[in-house]
């Protein structure tokens, strides 16, 4: 797969043969435990349904500061999106944080510092009284405040803002957990790959659908897990890269199903056992989101690959990030050839 396969618009796949026998459901005790381990990445009908009532209530009170605000005539508003997991059932764990975008106009260096820090202000003290987020989805905890914790770039082309919340625990602790994270500024590219998304899952049959998150939960499940490669505080794979990762494996490794799995992904890991210079530049992951123009202009270079996110391009890091993931994708195909039960804890702890 050498270039870009998904356009803005379309989030659709090539059609694919299928082999169920690729499947690791029945492998016996292995399969058993797979199908237990995509199992526990649901949370509960109760816990979706509040962790969506927040998500609606975060829009809407921002949505109305910034049209009581007047900064629609300052900035333009061509996009207010949930942009984060929350909004297409990809959250793996509890707490999670609510990400939105404001897709302006203007570009974000033209953006009043002061204004926006005021916004999100007005946003936190509404959202400390709103029913919804005085109980949390976790038990025995409640809410003391929701503050701006940060106001800065991110990136080139983003301005961020972020709430936290302050919760009182029930044996007397304190907590402080990120509740909100709101973009700021023309940034196309992030609006394009949360329509993208958007528009892959409608177009898969509720059953894949339901497979293909819960796949995608496993996979952030078990990196964050391993330690040291999830997430921009560990300077690790990205979320967005492995949700795309995953769907992509497909077209390179057989699932036994038209999408893709992170049981692919591991199995493909293993069997190419590359060096991570290698193994990105064989076996990109794109950034979906283009437009079919940037496709074929070549004066705008389309393939994003997410990979070389990983150790934010340090190659001795990502070497030492990657061979971690190696590690973990042999001994995952050790069980899985085995037929041996397994959990993630256990699959992770020797080399966390």
């Known amino acids: 797969m050498n270039a870009p396969w998904f ?20 492998r016996g005790d292995f399969g058993k435990s797979y199908v237990a381990a995509l199992a ?6 109760e816990v979706q349904a509040r962790v969506a009532a927040r998500e609606r209530r975060v829009m809407e009170v921002l949505k109305a500061e910034w049209e009581n605000g007047g900064f629609n005539a300052r900035y333009g ?32 260096e033209l953006i009043d510092r002061d204004e926006v820090r005021q916004l999100l202000e007005h946003l936190a003290a509404q959202l400390a ?9 976790e038990e025995e905890r409640s809410l003391r405040a929701i503050f701006l914790s940060s106001l800065k770039v991110r990136g080139q082309a983003s301005l961020v803002g972020r709430l936290n919340a302050i919760w009182d625990c029930a044996h007397g602790e304190e907590q402080e957990d990120n509740l909100v994270d709101v973009t700021f500024g023309n940034v196309r590219r992030t609006a394009d790959y949360a329509l993208w998304m958007q528009a892959y899952l409608a177009r898969l049959p ?18 964050k897990a391993l330690g040291e490669v999830y997430g921009s505080q560990e300077t690790g ?36 056992a590359l060096p991570f210079a290698e193994y990105r530049a064989r076996w990109p992951v794109w950034r979906p989101g283009l ?45 899985r050839e085995a037929g041996q039960a397994w959990t993630i804890e256990a699959l992770t702890a020797s080399h966390v």
Do not use: C
């Open 7 to 26: 356009v803005l618009g379309s989030g659709e796949m090539p059609p694919l043969a299928v082999d169920a026998h690729g499947l690791p459901d029945d």
């Open 206 to 223: 509720a059953e894949w659908r339901a497979r293909q998150t819960a796949e995608i939960r496993l996979a952030k499940k078990v990196f």
């Open 129 to 137: 009284v709103s029913p919804e987020f005085q109980a949390s989805p």
């Open 40 to 45: 526990e990445t649901a949370f509960s009908p």
């Open 291 to 335: 437009t079919d123009d940037e496709v074929a202009n070549s004066a705008i270079h389309p393939a994003i690959n997410l990979l070389e996110l990983l150790a934010n391009g340090d190659p001795v890091l990502a070497e030492a990030k990657w061979q971690r993931i190696v590690m973990l994708a042999r001994a995952y195909l050790q069980r």
């Open 77 to 108: 508003l061509q996009r207010l999106l949930s942009i984060g997991s929350t909004a297409r059932d990809l959250y793996a764990w509890l707490p999670t944080d609510h990400d939105l975008m404001v897709e302006t106009q203007a570009p974000q």
């Open 237 to 272: 794979l990205r979320p967005i890269t492995i949700e795309q990762w995953v769907i992509q494996n497909v077209l390179r490794q057989p699932s036994g199903l038209p999408i893709g799995t992170f049981d692919a992904v591991l199995r493909h890991v293993a069997k190419e």
